[in-house]
């Protein structure tokens, strides 16, 4: 099967072929949200790769976090809610020489989105997903998300949460998602280190990512997660098993476990579509010119 | 033989059983619906004959197996006759499998309607050619056992046809839009299960390799729109296809499309609705749903093809505005022109269609900004991929540059008058639009007492109609949009002062495309036709229609 997926990772990049860098946009999340560490790790592990920032494309959907397409110098599509998955498929399938990854909040991927991430999980497409999971809504003002903990008290539920949280992890692991991670936003690099691996990985790559909501989530602050977190890669986990990732991903309370759960090498949706072992579909010939003899099942 | 054919495959929400019929018309000349009446009747039960009776006309023929149902002499309607034909018994012969039946009714239908045996037997070699072992053999000589025991208990009808020249192409709406989209180089369909749309994918599907064409049966109608507005911003042509209820799944995404100038095609094939409604009718009723889908404004085309052959070149033009105006483009079909077949002249499906370069901006130029505003209202596209033109599009509110304006920047005013100045760049593009799309269409005579007014598919029995009616002596003619909308209400205005007497023609309830006239000309249609039971119209439903309002209206 002929290899389309792998990315030109270039040795040099010239000044016409700048790294990503910041744009002149500003971020307007509040002062201290998790947010700004994730957006420091995309940008750092773009630029460990010297992917070139054309090369580049952040698809986003609605919710603060969304907005990060805008604070970088990549190319950027911030779409509606809860469907920037099925935007970043259809680019990925134009055109697969492109790195394309998709940022958004928990309510974006796993309320209203989540059906579109299942999916592409189950495909194995070719994107890395870095969800930056607040566990609330932050910019409807504070009610409560599908990652909120049973109990906690928000806008909408005063009385507390009475459903159960999704676990994105698990349900990665379920979906077929071949690079499965948890990233903490006060842990930079680590989160970094995980991204550039994601991009690197040949398949879905979901890297759910603690960033706390230092406005609405009094809960699941900073100090929660410094608490609790806890390095896989220190721990001794082996990612290449499926059931040991399912064990360490049902693991949230005292110890909360963070970096690779999971890794497993399949064909992605891209090498396994025949039309694109023809190249990017970009560049292939359009129209019915020289292919006139479809017409004659017509006759 | 050169024939041309219209054909109405008519069915019924579930999978086996339920009546099932297929209605064809084949002449010298172009028919441009089902038309009215019925010739020959083939019954595979007693119910067909029930149903259709009626719609025998003198001279016709039923064929029947009395193994299957019997017919009472006296039930056959006056000057019509019948040809018991023992097609089990025939086809027994060869095999047990009951389906070989249908050669032999083939055959004395065959028969009866003047086509020669050799045709036949060419049309069941190019069927069954390639099937192994006896299946070719059995066709051929079970079609020809039927033609020769018609021809011994039957007589040829009077409307018998006659070679008419080289062979056409005979394909439904929904293969003709496929193939439109094909040749106007569509590289990308998502589309999620939905009739009477289904089988536009069903076709690009069979050819996606042979074409180059990445089909993708998206997860729901939600995601299939949004791969398509990726893949045609990531730089490919690109569509979905879908019927009234998945459209209203996309009606956010179209805004978005709208809003970040994505060019997108959009087939639109209606059922009778509301909600699930009759899944396998027809119906005229989303017009409504295509005007308004999506808050807030923004410039959309909704072209309105009549055939299959209309269809192929209104999916092309979808393409085309779409392309050039950076605009969602909805090609409006509907249960009766997706689903029926009709023949096509070769000339009608060029597949010598332009198809430029999506790449229009030198990579590397300065001062790019994807959304500046111009005179058009259609601002250079630049596509991922390309060095130093990186920009951020946004389903919210933007400068030139692409950079937001809806947060920290909203309400303040050099960035009130921004947003004014983008949403007036966006609404400009309409006009160029309807410059560039089909203008309103007479056909038949000038001068006519009476002008139909239609769109869409409702078009084909009006063209039927317009015969009828000139040969009792009524001067009428149709007054045809191709164009939907952008309604050009110049062009609109003009071509009204044309006419006399006037006759709307909708298959809905409310006359939606009447109102939309009436929105955009202030001319109010005050005569019309609706028809919302699911059913095509019939020529003879204008036919009458049409006399009352010459008479009275």
């Known amino acids: ?299 | 033989m050169g024939l041309h054919v219209f054909g109405l495959n008519a069915y019924q929400s579930v999978i086996r059983g339920g009546h099932v019929w297929f209605q064809a018309r084949t002449s010298s000349e172009r028919p441009y619906s089902q038309g009215d009446g019925a010739d020959l009747l083939y019954c595979l039960n007693r119910e067909t004959f029930d149903v259709h009776a009626p719609a025998l006309r003198p001279g016709a023929t039923v064929i029947y197996d009395p193994e299957r149902l019997q017919i009472a002499d006296s039930e056959l309607p006056v000057g019509t006759r019948a040809l018991p034909l023992p097609t089990m018994e025939l086809a027994r012969k060869y095999t047990t499998q009951p389906i070989l039946q249908n050669a032999v009714g083939l055959g004395a239908a065959a028969f009866i309607s003047g086509i020669p045996l050799d045709v036949l037997h060419g049309v069941l070699t190019d069927s069954f050619g390639k099937k192994a072992g006896d299946i070719l053999q059995w066709n051929l000589r079970a079609s020809t056992d039927g033609y020769e025991y018609a021809g011994r208990h039957a007589s040829i009808s009077e409307r018998a046809v006659h070679r008419a020249g080289p062979p056409k192409l005979l394909m439904t709406g929904n293969q003709a839009i496929a193939l439109g989209a094909a040749a106007a180089g569509c590289k990308f369909l998502a589309q999620y299960p939905m009739t009477p749309a289904t089988s536009i994918m069903h076709w690009l599907a069979a050819h996606a390799q042979e074409l180059g064409i990445v089909v993708k049966q998206a997860e729901d109608e939600l995601a299939a729109i949004h791969m398509a507005i990726g893949a045609s911003y990531g730089g490919v042509r690109a569509m979905t296809a879908t019927s009234g209820g998945g459209f209203s799944l996309m009606v956010e995404a179209l805004g978005m499309a709208g809003m970040t100038e994505v060019p997108l095609v959009v087939v639109e094939s209606q059922r009778a609705g509301p909600s699930t409604g009759l899944p396998t009718k027809t119906e005229q009723g989303d017009l409504n749903l295509m005007l308004g889908a999506g808050q807030g404004d923004f410039p959309r085309a909704i072209l309105a093809p009549s055939n299959p052959a209309e269809a192929y070149r209104a999916t092309i033009d979808a393409f085309r505005l779409a392309e050039d105006w950076q605009i969602p483009v909805i090609v409006a079909s509907d249960l009766h022109l997706s689903e029926s077949i009709a023949t096509v002249d070769r000339e009608e499906v060029p597949t010598d269609v332009p198809i430029p370069s999506l790449l229009t901006v030198p990579s590397g130029t300065m001062e790019y900004r994807r959304y500046a505003y111009t005179a058009s209202g259609v601002s250079p596209r630049a596509l991922p991929g390309q060095p130093g033109l990186q920009y951020v599009t946004g389903s919210d509110e933007h400068d030139a540059q692409g950079h937001l304006i809806s947060d920290v920047k909203s309400g303040i005013p050099v960035w009130i008058a921004e947003r004014t100045r983008m949403m007036d760049k966006r609404m400009r593009k309409l006009a160029g639009v309807t410059a560039a799309s089909r203008a309103p269409v007479f056909e038949g005579p000038p001068d006519a007492a009476l002008t139909f007014v239609a769109w869409g598919s409702t078009v084909g029995a009006v063209r039927d109609a317009l015969p009828l009616l000139a040969a009792q002596g009524h001067s009428t003619n149709l007054l045809y949009f191709p164009t939907v909308f952008p309604l050009d209400a110049v062009a609109t205005r003009a071509a009204m002062a044309k006419t006399k007497k006037t006759l709307l023609v909708e298959g809905n309830f409310t006359g939606q495309f009447g109102r939309l006239l009436r929105a955009e000309t202030g001319i109010h249609l005050a005569n019309t036709l609706f028809k919302y039971d699911g059913e095509p119209f019939y020529p003879h439903e204008l036919v009458a229609r049409a006399r009352e309002v010459l008479t009275d209206g």
Request: some cysteine; charged content about 20%; hydrophobic content about 35%.
């Open chain 1, 1 to 299: 099967m002929a290899d389309t997926s792998a990315r030109p990772v270039p040795t040099a990049v010239g000044p016409t072929l700048p790294l990503i860098g910041r744009s002149d946009t500003k971020p307007t999340w509040c002062p201290g949200c998790g947010d700004f560490g994730v957006v420091a790790a995309v940008e750092m592990a773009v630029k460990r790769l010297r992917i070139p920032s054309h090369n580049v494309v952040i698809v986003s959907g609605i919710g603060c976090s969304s907005n990060l397409p805008h604070f970088l110098s990549s190319y950027g599509f911030h779409g509606i809610h809860g469907r920037a998955v099925p935007v970043a498929e259809g680019i990925r399938w134009a055109n697969h020489d492109l790195t394309v990854i998709v940022t958004g909040g928990d309510g974006d991927g796993f309320g209203i989105g989540i059906g579109h991430l299942i999916h592409a999980m189950r495909r194995n497409v070719n994107l890395t997903y870095v969800t930056m999971d607040n566990q609330i809504y932050g910019l409807t003002t504070g009610q409560s998300s599908p990652t909120s903990m049973m109990g906690q008290r928000t806008k909408s539920t005063p009385e507390g949460v009475i459903e159960n949280p999704i676990d994105p992890i698990s349900l990665a692991l379920a979906s077929g998602a071949t690079y499965v991670a948890r990233g903490f936003s006060a842990e930079v690099k680590h989160l970094a280190d995980l991204i550039a691996d994601g991009i690197q990985h040949k398949g879905f790559s979901l890297i759910d990512t603690m960033s706390p909501c230092v406005t609405y989530n009094k809960l699941n602050t900073f100090d929660y997660f410094r608490q609790r977190v806890y390095k896989l890669e220190a721990a001794g986990h082996d990612p290449t098993s499926l059931p040991k990732a399912f064990e360490r991903s049902i693991e949230w309370g005292d110890k909360i476990p963070i970096g690779l759960f999971y890794r497993a090498t399949k064909p992605t949706y891209e090498d396994l579509e025949e039309v694109l072992q023809g190249g990017p579909l970009w560049t292939q010939p359009a129209g019915l010119k020289g292919h006139e003899k479809v017409l004659d099942e017509f006759i």
